[in-house]
């Protein structure tokens, strides 16, 4: 029986992208990255630029099971990254 996909780990780079890895374990060798960018983010918020990083997690963390199942959804079809752009 295989593991639920999950999200694994979390990490906002100083740039102000945001990455999140997904897979079935935490040391899931082959896990799924969704970047999600300022642009994408200020879009989803009908903000302006810039977004500071804490937005940008908050984002993430407000909106979980979308953002798991976009990266779900993209695995399905052979991905194994997309950028949210």
């Known amino acids: 029986?295989?593991?639920?996909?999950?999200?694994?780990?979390?990490?906002g780079m100083q740039n102000g992208i945001f990455r999140l890895w997904y897979g079935e374990a935490d040391d899931d060798r082959?896990?799924?990255?969704?970047?999600?960018t300022p642009q994408y983010v200020a879009q989803a918020l009908r903000k302006k630029l810039p977004v500071t990083l804490e937005e940008i997690e908050e984002y993430a963390q407000k909106n979980e099971d979308r953002l798991r199942a976009i990266a779900h959804d993209a695995r399905?079809?052979?991905?194994?990254?997309?950028?949210l752009d």
């Open 76 to 83: 399905a079809c052979g991905q194994n990254a997309k950028v």
């Open 30 to 36: 082959s896990a799924f990255v969704l970047t999600l």
């Open 1 to 11: 029986m295989s593991q639920p996909f999950r999200l694994i780990a979390a990490k």
